[in-house]
């Protein structure tokens, strides 16, 4: 067909049609009709995919773990007297894109009994009181469950009344002294605990008081010993102990004490075999002392045979122990036979 003489293809178009509008040469394909429809068509698919998109993103994990059960805000004229459960169990779903920021550690249960009435109870147990570094749980992450639901808790109201204060000791003294006395200041306290438990309390010890090798008296501080779930009724009172020592040296008669006879090169013979002895030293250790335990020795090293009269044997004795006096001396008879090695 002949093209009119006063219509030129336009370069840049190849088809040779003519740009009309805002399509230009695409709406001969037939993208401006129904425009309005297609475009709310286009926004609803971008708008599907914008949510679909971080839902396959936000793939979850659920874990399940122990964690720390922790009672607060409880009265203080009132102490829990039955025995809860250190952990409880946690089963959580997690995103996975911040699954990598949640550390179990720091999830805690927390019980809280401001509002508490003494007696027996049931405490209920919901995702309120998961909490995580102290504050609440973060966003994205969902509790399941907590278990066990409910904690079984005895509250008891808390009572005083003065017991005795009695003194306690470890270690021994120095060889010699003995404990005259010890005296609490003051020698009773004023103690609060359960009204159930209080009854069976009728005094309280200090914690040991270390004495070893003690040889004066002292005054040291005293820290009370408290039953568990009791405290001060006055949290600043302070405790002392007066220790009074003593040197105790006693005496004591031993009879018929063993001799031995050592370092002979030749046979011999003796009378008596067996002397007597008064000795004085500390209490503690002459007490442990007898006829058993304690020996005389007479040393024979280089005696030659002959004749000798009135040796006196060494007894072997503890430290801080001496003789007052030993008896009777012993004779010796050294013979010219010579003993079989």
């Not at 039953?227 to 949290?235: D, H, I, S």
């Not at 063993?258 to 030293?281: D, Q």
């Amino acid at each position: 067909m002949e093209q009119p003489k006063n219509t030129k293809p336009n370069p840049s178009d190849s088809t040779g049609w003519k740009k009309t509008g805002y399509f230009g040469s695409w709406s001969r394909l037939g993208f401006s009709e129904n425009l309005n429809l297609k475009l709310l068509s286009l926004f609803l698919a971008i708008t599907i995919w914008g949510f679909v998109a971080p839902q396959k993103r936000g793939e979850s994990t659920e874990f399940k773990f122990f964690t720390p059960l922790v009672l607060k805000n409880i009265p203080p004229s009132m102490a829990i007297t039955s025995d809860p459960p250190q952990s409880v169990n946690v089963h959580l779903r997690v995103p996975r894109y911040i699954l990598a920021d949640i550390n179990s550690s720091q999830f805690q249960v927390v019980m809280d009994l401001s509002n508490q009435l003494p007696g027996r109870f049931n405490y209920t147990l919901d995702v309120r009181n998961v909490t995580y570094r102290n504050e609440k749980v973060p966003d994205g992450v969902e509790i399941l469950q907590v278990s066990p639901v409910q904690i079984p808790l005895t509250l008891e109201e808390m009572v005083s009344r003065r017991v005795p204060l009695r003194a306690k000791y470890s270690g021994t003294l120095a060889k010699g002294y003995e404990i005259e006395r010890i005296r609490m200041i003051p020698s009773t306290l004023e103690l609060m605990g359960p009204r159930t438990r209080m009854e069976r309390v009728k005094e309280v010890f200090i914690k040991p008081l270390d004495l070893q090798d003690l040889n004066a008296s002292v005054e040291m501080l005293a820290v009370p010993d408290l039953p568990p779930l009791f405290r001060l009724a006055n949290p600043n009172e302070q405790f002392m102990a007066e220790v009074a020592v003593v040197y105790m040296p006693q005496r004591v008669n031993l009879q018929n004490i063993p001799v031995l006879f050592e370092n002979a090169a030749y046979s011999w013979r003796a009378n008596p075999t067996h002397i007597n002895a008064k000795m004085i030293g500390p209490a503690a250790v002459v007490r442990l002392m007898n006829e058993k335990n304690v020996v005389a020795v007479v040393d024979l090293k280089g005696l030659e045979p002959g004749e000798y009269k009135g040796l006196e044997p060494q007894l072997e004795l503890p430290p801080y122990v001496r003789i007052l006096r030993q008896w009777p001396k012993v004779d010796v008879v050294i013979l010219k036979s010579k003993r079989q090695p």
